[in-house]
């Protein structure tokens, strides 16, 4: 068959594909069949079948056929050159992200890729896959694996001195320790893929990941203002890009920032902007939401919010997180409100006025007793709390203290000038 025939078929097949899709199927298979061919033309026919027929797979949601279509493929890709064969893979994993609930089936095949460009003396591939699995182990939570890969890739990168994919693979390193808790290892590999950075032109998606993870871990220290900054940054580059996923989280996160410093009318500014109109959709109608009940230091809204954007807010860790804390400070203003004018309350009054079920109450004025923001103890029998004046401390006590402790070093010398002198 004559080559633009092929190509032709090709054309019709994707211009067909949202309307008889099943016909574009038939289409690529067959051209997929007659192999990449030898000739430049044939292998750029190969390659639009092959994506052709993977997209279709995509938008159909046909999870096990694209794998198998992956696996199938790999033998007439061996043929080509190395530089496309690696660009085709990557293409064809990454039409698996809009297919939900596939992370298992992305890892297993990823691993099957990494065996197959082993042993195919593809090492530019498997760093690019074993860079991808990485990312694929984060988003499992199996931070374990994620970082024994990244030790074995960080080694051998250092050692071919591949900046790009360095700086790729530290900030994968910098996520893992952040959610494992270990911010000042995250701090580390951070401040080291921004140094790799600085050497070499990072793309602007490459960038904005960085402004991004910078930007969370002020936020942990909680330095609000300099986190939002560094969001404002990710959010440029994620929108230069058009990459809705991710400006929509820089955005939310901007909008965090600005309620956990009670930053209300920046929050309205924010939500009246023009990526905030572009990007509208649950994520910024419940943050909305949470800053119009922090707003109004009202815990029943907030309790509201929450359940009414329980998807939106629950699927971001690091949202999820602060959103803790910020309801933990709400409590403890709102009871610390309703005590201040008694000296000895009932908890279920407290708990009525606060909205809450007694249970929660008490433990939560266990914790603020322990932590000393309330000086009163819980009268369990009689259900009360009983709250006392905060006194400043007694001078003499500190005294007494010292004059026993000198006492204590005088009675030393003498002893050991006795002992001496029996001697």
Known sequence: MAIPEV????????????TDPSASEATFKDVLSKGPGTSDAAGRDFEAALTGLGEIYRDQRRAEDLSQLVQSTRSELS???????????????DLFHPIANTTDLQITLTKSCITWATSSRRGFLRQSLETRLVTLYIAKSSYHEALNLINSLLKELKRLDDKLTLV?????????????????????????????AASVYAPPL??????????QLHAEESDFTTAHSYFVEALEGYHAQDSKGPATASLQY???????????????????????LK???????????????????SLAEYETALTAYRQPLGSDTFIRGHLRKLYDAMLEQNLIK???????????????????DVAAVERKLSQMILDKAVIGVLDQGEGCLLVYDEKERDGGYDAALETIDKLNGVVDVLYSNQAAMLE
């Open 254 to 276: 901007m909008l965090l920032c600005k309620v956990m410093v009670n930053a209300q009318d920046d929050v309205n500014s924010l939500l009246a902007s023009k990526h905030a």
């Open 279 to 297: 990007y509208a959709g649950p994520q910024l109608e419940a943050m909305k939401a949470i800053a119009a009940a922090h707003s109004n230091r």
């Open 168 to 196: 790729e693979v530290q900030l994968l390193e910098s996520r893992v320790y952040h959610a494992l808790g270990n911010l000042a290892k995250a701090r580390a590999s951070l401040t080291s893929a921004r140094t790799s």
């Open 7 to 18: 190509s032709n078929r090709i054309e019709e097949a994707r211009k067909q594909s949202k």
């Open 206 to 215: 490459l960038q904005a990941g960085l402004d991004m993870q910078s930007g």
């Open 79 to 93: 043929n080509l050159p190395k530089a496309k064969t690696a660009k085709i893979v990557r293409n064809l994993l």
């Open 338 to 356: 309703v005590i201040e004018p008694f000296s000895r309350v009932e908890i279920a009054h407290v708990a009525k006025m606060v909205g809450l």
